[in-house]
């Protein structure tokens, strides 16, 4: 390969930048400042690389978005790969309608919770009040009391007929008898048991041979008011015998 030649410059510096292609040597060029001067004649993409096509219109994305974004939407805009479109409420969604009467109810929840008093952690406090009289001018019992039960006995029956009679009903109160019962400890008589009010006699039940150590009884729902007694009426006896008279219920209070 020839040796290069160094020549001149119009200042008198000789150039001393040569480059070779293997055959032949060729002076390297600079620019004013010095520089090199490279032309780049080929260069090959590597794979997936971007080309222009894909920028521009990566650009052109870009450039609609601003425009969006930017105060309204063009009328180009739904033409091409952006289309924007008034959608209808799909089916199930809450509306509006829907969402004010759901308030609404709400509303009257926390109106009821309030009206029934207070609320204390998770509890619900519930004022319960009492109206005195109602029960005199309905003129009905009204609420368990305490329980009832009553022995009454004659343990030296005279002989024929002989009553038994249980406890008066004080004044503010019913009594309610469940259930009711006479013996003759002695001999079999006639027994007829149940409730006395004023002087009527109203028996629960009543029969003509029950014999010694025999109990009658009866379940019935006798209600006694104020002044009625419990009544057991013993027949056929003879003197000296053990009658019993039993009834147990319960008592309620009045207005």
Same mark, same amino acid.
């Given at each position: 390969m020839t040796q290069p030649k160094i020549e001149g410059t119009g200042h008198g510096i000789p150039r001393m930048l040569y480059a070779s292609d293997g055959s032949n040597w060729y002076a390297v060029l600079v620019d004013s400042d010095g520089h090199v001067k490279v032309d780049v004649v080929t260069s090959a993409l590597p794979t997936d690389a =971007?080309? /222009?096509? *894909?920028?521009?219109?990566?650009?052109? #994305? +870009? %450039? =609609?978005? /601003?425009t969006l974004l930017a105060g309204g939407l063009p009328a180009a805009l739904d033409s091409g790969a952006l289309k924007v479109k008034e959608q209808s409420p799909l089916t199930g969604f809450a509306t509006s309608a829907n969402q004010t009467t759901m308030i609404t109810a709400l509303q009257l929840i926390d109106d009821l919770r309030a009206a029934l008093g207070s609320v204390n952690t998770d509890d619900l406090q519930v004022d319960v009040k009492t109206y005195p009289g109602v029960n005199a001018l309905l003129n009905i019992p009204f609420g368990y009391n305490d329980r009832y039960a009553e022995e009454v006995s004659n343990l030296n029956a005279a002989a024929g007929w002989n009553d038994l009679l249980g406890t008066a009903v004080p004044a503010g109160e019913v009594w309610v008898v469940t259930a009711i019962a006479g013996v003759n400890s002695n001999r $079999?008589?006639?027994?007829?048991?149940? $409730?006395? @009010?004023? *002087?009527? %006699?109203? #028996?629960a039940i009543s029969t003509t041979s029950a014999g010694a150590?025999?109990? +009658? =009884? $009866? =379940?019935?729902q006798l209600i006694l008011k104020e002044g009625d007694k419990i009544v057991g009426s013993f027949g056929g006896c003879t003197a000296g015998d053990d009658i019993y008279l039993r009834a147990s @219920? #319960?008592?309620m209070k009045v207005a």
């Amino acid at each position: 390969m020839t040796q290069p030649k160094i020549e001149g410059t119009g200042h008198g510096i000789p150039r001393m930048l040569y480059a070779s292609d293997g055959s032949n040597w060729y002076a390297v060029l600079v620019d004013s400042d010095g520089h090199v001067k490279v032309d780049v004649v080929t260069s090959a993409l590597p794979t997936d690389a =971007a080309t /222009e096509t *894909t920028l521009l219109l990566i650009k052109s #994305y +870009v %450039d =609609a978005l /601003e425009t969006l974004l930017a105060g309204g939407l063009p009328a180009a805009l739904d033409s091409g790969a952006l289309k924007v479109k008034e959608q209808s409420p799909l089916t199930g969604f809450a509306t509006s309608a829907n969402q004010t009467t759901m308030i609404t109810a709400l509303q009257l929840i926390d109106d009821l919770r309030a009206a029934l008093g207070s609320v204390n952690t998770d509890d619900l406090q519930v004022d319960v009040k009492t109206y005195p009289g109602v029960n005199a001018l309905l003129n009905i019992p009204f609420g368990y009391n305490d329980r009832y039960a009553e022995e009454v006995s004659n343990l030296n029956a005279a002989a024929g007929w002989n009553d038994l009679l249980g406890t008066a009903v004080p004044a503010g109160e019913v009594w309610v008898v469940t259930a009711i019962a006479g013996v003759n400890s002695n001999r $079999a008589c006639t027994i007829q048991i149940g $409730a006395r @009010g004023g *002087t009527i %006699d109203v #028996y629960a039940i009543s029969t003509t041979s029950a014999g010694a150590l025999l109990w +009658v =009884a $009866a =379940a019935p729902q006798l209600i006694l008011k104020e002044g009625d007694k419990i009544v057991g009426s013993f027949g056929g006896c003879t003197a000296g015998d053990d009658i019993y008279l039993r009834a147990s @219920g #319960y008592k309620m209070k009045v207005a």
